[in-house]
């Protein structure tokens, strides 16, 4: 079946560091990839996704490339903010599989000062 | 902007109690889905609901649970009767729509809710 992969956390950096959150799957096909925020207190919001192999997502200074022949899907940003303090989730989307994510387990983020 | 609001945001049950787990999905948004995640693990896909109909449902739905979009904006999760194993953090989420758009292969968005945390004792 289908499975999602990511480092475990938590993950604790200072401002301005780099970050890499690994994430890598199993599917069948030819599946759409996403990442996930959760802040303190709210829902899961839509960080960025990637659809096909060698796209790459990004927003708010977050990329993620789409790479089918290491299954991965790795999470980078070039300098952490306090802000960026989270739980981050990798998902895939499988083909044919309606709209039913399958998610990784987390990754809790503290950015420190 | 529009969100997905949960409630209540915590509810404490006893073993053998049934359970109503409430959303209000984005007013527009056609397709419903229901996600828990025990402490410490994944967070795992229940049901999926379009139409007032069961779309999808994983193993993990059994005939405990059941879903239902009683009037024009709430979407609730039942469980009949509650174990100890259902403790979790349960999520809600909607979408505009369901099959991915042909052309363009972009997935609809998912938009969660900030989750209910239910305690069975």
């Known amino acids: 079946g289908n499975s999602v992969t990511q480092m475990e956390g938590p993950v604790t950096l200072s401002e301005e560091a780099f970050l890499t959150i690994n994430c890598t799957y199993t599917?069948?096909?030819?599946?759409?990839l996403f990442w996930y925020v959760q802040y303190p207190g709210e829902g899961l919001q839509l960080l960025l996704k990637?659809?096909?192999?060698?796209d790459k997502g990004s927003n708010k200074g977050f990329e993620a490339t789409y790479r089918k022949e290491t299954t991965s899907f790795h999470l980078e940003k070039g300098s952490v903010q306090v802000s960026d303090s989270a739980v981050y989730f990798c998902a895939l989307e499988a083909t044919g599989g309606g709209n039913k994510l399958t998610f990784g387990t987390g990754t809790q983020l503290k950015v420190e000062l | 902007e529009p969100e997905v609001t949960q409630t209540p945001s915590h509810q404490v049950t006893q073993m053998g109690q049934e359970v109503i787990l409430r959303c209000v999905p984005i007013?527009?948004?056609?397709?419903f889905y229901w996600y828990r995640q025990i402490l410490g693990q994944k967070v795992e896909f229940l049901v999926s609901?379009?139409?007032?109909?069961?779309?999808?449902k994983s193993e993990i739905f059994d005939d405990q649970f059941s879903v239902e979009r009683p009037d024009g904006s709430n979407f609730t999760l039942k469980i009949r009767s509650t174990k100890l194993e259902d403790s979790a953090m349960y999520f809600c989420a909607s979408s505009e729509a369901l099959f991915r758009r042909r052309t363009s292969g972009d997935s609809y968005e998912q938009y969660f809710g900030p989750g209910t945390r239910l305690t069975v004792t």
């Open positions: 990637a659809t096909k192999a060698d």
């Open positions: 609901f379009y139409n007032n109909e069961i779309s999808e």
């Open positions: 599917a069948t096909g030819y599946p759409s």
């Open positions: 007013s527009n948004h056609l397709y």
